[in-house]
Structure formats: C-alpha cells, structure tokens
C-alpha cells in the first residue's frame, strides 16, 4: 500500500522566518511527487517533481526531490502571514488512478 | 476560464438521510476524482473516473458510497443513509490527460446530525 508520511505536523514561525516542510514516502513504481496549498477547502497546485535532484522554484517557494531518500522538502523563505495553510504532499504511481495523500503539515506564521 | 465547482458548498442532514454531492469538471477534463477529507485528516481517496472506462471504487468506504459521472462531465456522489462518521469535506477534483496535474474543487462540507 502507497504511503505518504509528512512532517512536522504543525510548525508556528514569525513573518521573515525561513521554513523547511518534508515528505517521505513508499511508492510502488513511483511516478510523480505534488505539493499544494490548503487554505481553505480546495488544495492549490504548487509544484509537481519528477526527477531527482531538480529544484522547483516560484518565488519564495522551492521544492527539490529525492528519489535515493524517497523524500522531498518544501521550503518556504522570508515567510508571511498569506502562508499560512496546511501543506499537502501527494504522490502518484505509474498506472496509477488517483493521488495518495499524506496528512499534511499546519503552518501558522505570525506577524 | 472556469475551473472546478461544487454544489451545495455546505449540506446539513440528519443520521439516515440520503444525500447527493455535485461537481462539474473543468471542460475537456477527461478524469475526475471523488476525495474526503476529515476534521484533522489528510485527504482520503474515494473514486476516480477516466472517460468511458470502468471507474476505479477501490477508495468507497462502503456500499453506502456510490458516484456516476454521465456523459463523461458532471458527477454525483451518493451517501445512502448517513452516519455521522460521513461528515467531512467531500472534494472533487479533475485532470486533463496530460499532465496528471489535478485541479480542485472548492468542496462540499457535509455534517450529519
């Protein structure tokens, strides 16, 4: 069974701190790794990684992969307020038909 | 352009009831997918849909879950008599072939009393 563990659970920074999120999972024949934003109800699209090694960057975020490790960080720099949300990793498998989840990461930053 | 929607975004309903959950897909989406989240959880997988194959059930919790998509657009998903355990955000979310990117709906929050 697909497994999907991150970590922290929950993490409380102030604003311009910079924050590390990590994902670790168990895939059978592992095809992709997401990220996305829950603020509300509906998770946003952040970053899909494929390869090994490769950092994805959109502004302060940035996420890279690491397939030897069977892990993936989110970091997040100079951090604010508007961050704060929980975090999603998902990952999917080849042939796969759906995305495994894992429980997410709160972070709450305060002015 | 439009992207996922949900109706009703909010559904109240005594233990027992049968209710009906709406999403309709971005246009030209060929997959869709039926998830719950619960208070506290992370996103729990229920079905998925791949234009006019055979959908994949394996996340329905029981036989009380069921969903159609008809014409390869809008689905239901149906709870049979409701327990309170049902209560969640029932989220929908659909993808074009390629990327395997998923787009969200903003979600059904459904509590049963």
């Known amino acids: 069974e697909d497994k999907v563990v991150q970590s922290p659970l929950s993490l409380v920074v102030h604003e311009g701190d910079t924050v590390t999120l990590n994902c670790s999972y168990e895939v059978t024949n592992f095809r992709s790794l997401l990220w996305y934003k829950q603020e509300k109800k509906a998770p946003t699209f952040l970053f899909m990684l494929?390869?090994?090694?490769i950092e994805k960057k959109s502004g302060r975020l940035s996420s890279i992969l690491d397939k030897k490790e069977l892990s993936s960080i989110l970091n997040i720099t100079a951090t604010q307020t508007g961050d704060s949300a929980i975090y999603l990793c998902a990952v999917e498998a080849l042939g796969g038909n759906m995305l495994t989840f894992g429980g997410g990461t709160r972070l709450m930053v305060k002015p | 352009g439009a992207g996922v929607s949900q109706s009703p975004s909010n559904k109240v309903t005594e233990k027992g009831k049968d209710v009906e959950l709406r999403c309709d897909p971005i246009?030209?989406?060929?997959?869709l997918y039926w998830y719950r989240q619960s208070l506290g959880q992370g996103l729990e997988f229920l079905i998925y849909?791949?234009?006019?194959?055979?959908?994949?059930k394996s996340g329905l919790p029981s036989d009380r879950f069921s969903a159609e998509r008809t014409g390869g657009s809008v689905s239901t998903l149906t709870i049979q008599r409701t327990q309170q355990e049902d209560s969640a955000v029932y989220l929908c979310?659909?993808?074009?072939?390629?990327?395997?990117?998923?787009?969200f709906g903003p979600g059904t929050r459904l509590l049963v009393l």
């Open positions: 979310a659909s993808s074009p072939r390629t990327p395997p990117t998923q787009y």
């Open positions: 246009s030209g989406h060929t997959a």
């Open positions: 494929t390869s090994s090694g």
């Open positions: 849909f791949q234009g006019n194959s055979a959908p994949d």
